[in-house]
């Protein structure tokens, strides 16, 4: 984010409705926390005279959330913390943690509002600001309504999934069930065989290891799917990626034929050409892959059905076992990709 910013800019929580900016137009580097209403603490805030030097989890201090405010002269210093730091380090880490821990200081004053308003339900949402809800979501809301017959105030726990570059997707309940919708943005759908998708997740559905479906429409690429219940990130262990294996191996043996494949010397040349690769030890033995390639590819002509998208975010697991999602990539390819992306 921090890359493209030019001006001064405003950082909230997702789940924070603001009616006005509580930071004053060049306080600079800033840090908003405010008062919890209850005795459910999470954070105490160490501070050090007028600034913020870091905090405790689960202290005495009533404080809940953030936010930051940086000038334009803040955004440089910053971009330069950042490129100072390895950020590989702090995978795990909030981001004033990362502040924190390598002794950023944080300006703080007392500021008294009523403005701000914690959304934590689609509910909190349409009590609150009802327009901005019919505005954002009408599609999806549209959607789901169709999809199960019911009234927009029946959606509940309506939010959403984070990650993704190609689509949006949210959970949500209706009645006792929950479902997640994935929605294609705009230029997705240009791209994606949704018709092969479709064929696709209803071949494999007897495999048990993708999410239910419970709609599908390729014309428009609307998927909605039964929520996979208390799933937790994939974890590269021994016994998951034996798991893993296994999930790959029926794929991988089915015999589920589609009508398109992944040609490895074309998508090689195509991403080479459209910069999509840029490391270079690859770009300098850009001609010897090619030939490799076209030798190992020349008596190869046979393909197996692969999921072509195995990275960590796309494998996840519950107490029934582990899931493959997002099949909206796979096609006929070398079972070798889906092995290789697993470990990339």
């Not at 239910?212 to 998951?240: C, M, P, Q, R």
Request: hydrophobic share 35%.
């Amino acid at each position: 984010v921090l890359k493209n910013l030019n001006k001064n800019t405003l950082f909230i929580e997702g789940d924070s409705l603001w009616k006005e900016n509580i930071f004053p137009e060049h306080l600079g580097k800033s840090i908003m926390f405010g008062e919890k209403g209850n005795k459910d603490n999470e954070w105490t805030l160490i501070k050090r005279g007028k600034y913020a030097v870091g905090y405790e989890i689960n202290g005495n201090g009533p404080l809940w959330g953030n936010g930051y405010a940086l000038t334009y002269e803040d955004i440089v210093s910053v971009k330069n913390f950042f490129n100072a730091i390895n950020l590989q380090d702090y995978k795990e880490s909030y981001a004033e943690e990362i502040f924190w821990k390598n002794n950023m200081k944080f300006e703080i004053q007392q500021i008294y509002s009523t403005t701000r308003i914690e959304i934590d339900t689609i509910d909190d949402l349409r009590a609150v600001e009802p327009q901005y809800l019919i505005e954002s979501f009408s599609n999806v809301m549209q959607c789901i309504k169709i999809v199960h017959d019911i009234d927009e105030d029946e959606i509940k726990k309506f939010s959403a999934i984070k990650g993704g570059l190609t689509n949006d997707t949210y959970k949500y309940r209706v009645k006792n069930e929950h479902f997640v919708i994935r929605f294609p943005r705009e230029e997705t759908n240009k791209n994606i065989d949704r018709y092969s998708e479709r064929i696709i997740l209803e071949s494999i559905k007897d495999f048990k290891i993708g999410a239910e479906i419970h709609y599908i429409n390729d014309k428009a690429g609307v998927l909605i799917t039964k929520l996979i219940k208390n799933a937790k990130s994939f974890k590269k262990t021994k016994k998951n990626i034996e798991e893993v294996a296994r999930k790959l191996k029926k794929i991988h043996n089915s015999n589920i034929k589609v009508k398109n494949s992944m040609e490895p010397l074309e998508l090689f040349q195509k991403y080479t050409k459209e910069n999509k690769i840029n490391d270079s030890f690859v770009l300098e033995k850009k001609e010897e892959i090619l030939r490799l390639i076209e030798k190992y590819y020349s008596n190869h002509s046979e393909f197996n059905l692969c999921h072509n998208d195995m990275i960590e975010g796309n494998i996840i697991w519950n107490n029934s076992g582990l899931w493959l999602i997002d099949w909206e990539l796979a096609n006929n390819n070398d079972p070798y990709w889906d092995i290789a992306s697993l470990f990339m």
